[in-house]
């Protein structure tokens, strides 16, 4: 999927998130169908990050799917607020505070050489075995890491030791994002 939305796309997929979260905080059902883009009912991978004064909050996503960009923002934005294991579920009296951020993933490219990783430009996806972490690639900037802390950290978010990267059997991924935030 091309990274070409525009700025009202990725509010599109703001509100999308929240009404998800806001839905189910509300035990309402479903979420209201608008007119969309068409580049937002192509297959895509998104992850949807949580804050709540500035610190995460929740942040849950899928590389790919097969459903609709709108469909993956809708499902994983219900799961950052209710599924992900680090945090307890939000609750009604904190979603006011929170802000919703949208990461709406390119296609995963598998590299050889560690050193072309681009902090602030790629997410990485480190596996080996069954253990893999991915970090998006505003997590580096938002940290002030450099490659090797970010390398690093998503070698630690996999289970892995820190230097498991530079070990050939290491497969690295990076991918692109196009990055939304809620407006303040």
């Known amino acids: 999927m ?16 929240r009404s998800a979260i806001a839905s189910r905080l509300s035990d ?9 883009a068409p580049a937002l009912l192509m297959p895509g991978g998104a992850f949807v990050t949580l804050k709540e004064n500035g610190c995460l909050r929740g942040c849950i996503g899928r590389v790919s799917s097969s459903r609709s960009l709108l469909q993956t923002v809708r499902e994983v ?19 006011p505070s929170i802000r919703v951020e949208v990461s709406v993933l390119s296609t995963l490219k598998r590299i050889s050489d ?9 997410g990485v996806l ?27 950290g998503a070698c630690r978010k996999a289970g892995l030791p820190p230097d498991a990267w530079k070990d050939p059997s ?13 407006a303040s």
């Open 170 to 182: 290491t497969q690295i991924d990076v991918f692109g994002a196009a990055v939304f935030q809620q």
């Open 28 to 36: 309402r059902g479903g979420c209201s169908s608008v007119s969309v």
């Open 126 to 152: 480190i596996h080996r075995g069954s253990s893999s972490g991915l970090l998006l690639p505003q997590v580096a900037i938002e940290q002030g890491w450099d490659r090797e802390e970010f390398l690093a």
């Open 77 to 95: 934005a219900v799961c950052s607020a209710f599924e992900d294991p680090r945090f307890p579920p939000v609750t009604r009296s904190e979603w």
């Open 2 to 17: 091309s990274l070409a939305l525009t700025e009202e796309d990725g509010q599109v997929l703001i509100e999308a998130a």
């Open 114 to 122: 560690p050193e072309t990783v681009c902090v602030g430009t790629h």
